[in-house]
């Protein structure tokens, strides 16, 4: 799967902005329709989102669109219209506040016959659910299951917050009178177990206070340090911020790869068949060269 360290969202009511995130070195595009879009503005935001889609000048980002959840009157015409007016550039449909696995084959449904009716490669389109509520957490597992179009698990945390009335107003910072811990880490964790078990990628929301550099830093490098394998970035200044944090140190890659060779040379024939050798003062085994698989190809798909 192509890597998404660096989710952008991007208002779909905004062509200025939208013009801009396409020279912006993010691993994903978000054209948003729900929340940053005025229910008066949804009609003419999806002809823009068309519009851009169509448009030349994309690098090499994933091209996502933001639906409406399916609890509002737009939804299935938001999917219409982008992917009749430009399902060949569009790799995921984004889809927020899902409670339950209905929802997620709702959505597969209509893709199925919209791909069919526009000639579009079947699968083409991935799904991302969001999991933004304490339903949709509850329900994670038969979500990420629900059809093969997953591709990730998106914690929307302002959304989830309000969801189950948590005392505090600022995206990942804890709540006042809680300080006994992270109060996010049983949602992230259940995020990022699920998605593991079922070969998903786990995407950390939004940093909200864009001009707090290090705030950002820090939020990111907390569920980077869980194993996260990105973040929504909403303003070029956390872009490269979030390709950093969610790449491997190079000191790290370059250790990875070293453990890879030491233990393909150590296990062959040629080595000794051994299963468990020394790299330096370090015992390497195949638990070892686990980890460094991880991160190196981690590594790899960030062109290091
Ligand atoms: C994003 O959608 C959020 O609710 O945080
Ligand atoms: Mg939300």
Not at 3 to 14: D, E, F, K, T, Y
Not at 38 to 48: E, I, L, S, Y
Not at 146 to 167: E, K, W, Y
Not at 210 to 235: E, M, N, P, Q, S
């Amino acid at each position: 799967m192509k890597p998404r360290r660096s989710v952008l969202a991007v208002p779909g009511s905004n062509p200025k902005m939208i013009a801009k995130a396409k020279g912006l070195p993010v691993d994903e595009v978000f054209l948003d329709l729900e929340d940053a879009v005025a229910p008066g503005a949804k009609a003419a935001a999806r002809a823009n989102i068309v519009a851009a889609l169509n448009d030349s000048g994309w690098g090499e980002q994933l091209r996502v669109v933001r639906v409406n959840d399916w609890t509002t009157q737009w939804t299935y015409a938001d999917v219409i219209s982008v992917v009749d007016g430009a399902g060949t550039a569009l790799d995921a449909i984004l889809l927020p506040k899902v409670t339950d696995a209905g929802q997620v084959r709702a959505l597969d449904l209509l893709l199925s016959q919209l791909e069919r009716a526009n000639g579009i490669r079947p699968g083409r389109i991935g799904i991302e659910p969001q999991i933004e509520n304490a339903l949709g957490l509850r329900n994670i597992d038969e979500i990420a299951t629900a059809s093969p179009r997953v591709q990730t698990l998106v914690f929307g945390p302002a959304d989830f917050m309000a969801s189950i009335n948590m005392r505090t107003l600022v995206v990942g910072e804890q709540p006042e009178g809680y300080d006994t811990g992270d109060a996010y880490h049983h949602i992230l964790m259940t995020i990022l177990l699920t998605a593991r078990a079922h070969g998903l990628q786990a995407i950390d929301g939004p940093y909200l206070q864009i001009r707090d550099i290090d705030g950002f830093r820090r939020a990111a490098g907390r569920t980077a340090a869980l194993g996260f394998d990105g973040k929504w970035v909403l303003h070029p200044s956390q872009v490269d911020a979030a390709n950093e944090i969610f790449s491997p140190r190079q000191a790290d890659y370059d250790h990875a790869e070293m453990i890879l060779d030491a233990y393909a040379y150590h296990t062959s024939a040629e080595g000794g068949a051994r299963g468990a050798a020394m790299l330096g003062d370090e015992m390497i085994d195949e638990a070892s060269a686990k980890m460094a698989v991880v991160i190196a190809e981690k590594g790899r798909a960030a062109g290091m």
